[in-house]
């Protein structure tokens, strides 16, 4: 240890030595410093990438549908539903249920049942019960949607019983996804996935009022025209058929679901496998006229068939038409074989041809004639004692233009459609058979008979 410091200490005094013998401005070179190793750069943290932004949702998107685009949608309406202050209630059409446990709408989108406007229809994601995603107020006609969602689960609800639903539904029940107070549908949507039928159907506990069944309604019916099946049309054993009749309302109330007039029953004559009664389509307000269809099968055994039909109300009112309170009927022929009809040609330049022949009741021989708009065709038949008698049918516009019922043996008319005609001749039941001889004549308007039938 000493000799150590004896050597520094001998290094420092010939250090200064050497330093003072330099020429003046001479300085002791310096060995010039290590220099510091660089620190390893660091890896610079490349920025985290953003999430990419939820997708935005539309709430009742205009337009229609935009196919390939994600959508929720639906209608929410009034399931209509009443029943007569009776013991026991009657249910009017569209109601299921029975006196014991209570009436209710059935769930279904009946003809003529309104749409609910203001609901606020809600929108969360994943499963049932979820909300906060988004909300929609259905439109005038009960109609919501959601567009924009992503693939997943989503759950759309209406709940009755808060605001704003509260004061447009309350009271009454849900009967379309049956439930008191919140319906929901639980929905896994597909990319692009579009569910159009997420309906909501409601049931006012105090709408529609009751039907009125006492002496504040007067009911009167007006037949109009038969729409199809005109009278004595011909079918085979077994075919089906529907009848159409335009009727009007001539009373004070209005017909149709929800009223107490909205039933057309069978009463007389032969059902032909039809139902017993038929339920109006639409509200018929006084003075209007509507098309109530009834179908039918025509009956295995040849022969004529007649089956009539009046209006009912909830208290058991059967209501006829016009001024006799009469039925409207459908009257069709029954045949177990049916024969072409026969077409009717002029000769060159002739106006008028005659077809002779024999009927038997109760086959109809027809024949087809081919005419323009604008000319008048007119038909006569002759037969011994009257015994037969001729119909007139337009082929396309189905229009009867002479019924047999029509007791005139001629007929004469100017023609607003080119179509081919159908003239069925038919023999009286008492008379069995009988020869006749047909007559058609058809003039083009400037040769017009201005009295075609003459004494007939």
């Not at 330093?19 to 190793?37: H, N």
């Not at 939820?54 to 399931?79: E, Q």
């Not at 074989?337 to 038997?360: C, D, K, Q």
């Not at 024949?367 to 323009?372: T, V």
């Amino acid at each position: 240890m000493l000799r150590s410091r004896f050597i520094l200490a001998v290094f420092a005094v010939a250090l200064v030595l050497l330093t003072a013998c330099l020429p003046g401005g001479t300085s002791v070179p310096t060995i010039p410093p290590r220099p510091l190793a660089s620190p390893t750069p660091s890896a610079v943290a490349s920025p985290t990438a953003s999430p990419a932004p939820a997708p935005t949702i539309v709430v009742n998107p205009p337009g229609t549908p935009v196919p390939g685009a994600a959508r929720l949608a639906g209608l929410v309406w009034h399931d209509l539903c009443a029943t007569s202050a009776s013991m026991p209630p009657v249910p009017t059409a569209g109601c299921v249920g029975n006196a014991a446990s209570g009436y209710h709408g059935n769930g279904i989108i009946d003809p003529g049942e309104p749409g609910i406007a203001s609901v606020q229809v809600g929108l969360g994601a994943g499963d049932c019960p979820s909300s906060g995603l988004a909300a929609a107020s259905t439109d005038a006609d009960g109609r919501y949607a959601f567009a924009g969602m992503a693939p997943g689960k989503y759950c759309v609800t209406i709940n009755a019983t808060v605001a704003p639903n509260a004061a447009v539904l309350m009271p009454g029940q849900w009967t379309l996804p049956q439930a008191a107070e919140r319906a929901t549908y639980a929905v896994t949507l597909g990319a692009g996935e579009q569910r159009n039928d997420l309906n909501f159907g409601w049931d006012y506990q105090n709408l529609p009022a009751p039907p009125t069944t006492d002496n504040t309604c007067t009911y009167k019916a007006l037949y109009i025209a038969d729409v199809t099946v005109p009278d004595n049309s011909v079918y085979a054993p077994g075919a089906a058929f529907t009848k159409t009749w335009r009727v009007r309302n001539d009373g004070t109330c209005t017909w149709g679901p929800g009223q107490a007039m909205h039933t057309l029953k069978f009463t007389g004559g032969s059902r032909m496998s039809a139902p017993e009664t038929v339920q109006l389509s639409g509200e018929v307000k006084p003075g209007k006229t509507t098309d109530i269809s009834v179908p039918f099968t025509a009956p295995g055994t040849a022969g004529t068939y007649r089956s009539e039909w009046k209006l009912v109300d909830d208290a058991g009112k059967v209501v006829g038409f016009g001024v006799g309170n009469s039925p409207i009927y459908v009257l069709i022929v029954v045949r177990a074989a049916t024969t072409a009809p026969t077409r009717i040609n002029f000769a060159t330049g002739a106006t008028e041809a005659t077809v002779n022949g024999t009927a038997t009741y109760p086959n109809r021989p027809s024949y087809l004639l081919r005419a323009q708009a604008g000319q008048q065709m007119i038909v006569t038949i002759t037969s011994p004692a009257n015994a037969t008698n001729f119909a007139v049918v337009g082929v396309t516009d189905g229009q009867p233009y002479k019924r047999v019922e029509n007791e005139s043996r001629c007929w004469a008319g100017t023609l607003t459609t080119t179509q081919d005609y159908r003239i069925d001749v038919a023999v009286l039941p008492d008379a069995g058979s009988s020869t006749y001889s047909l007559k058609v004549i058809v003039l083009p308007p400037a040769q017009a008979n201005p009295s075609p039938c003459g004494g007939m």
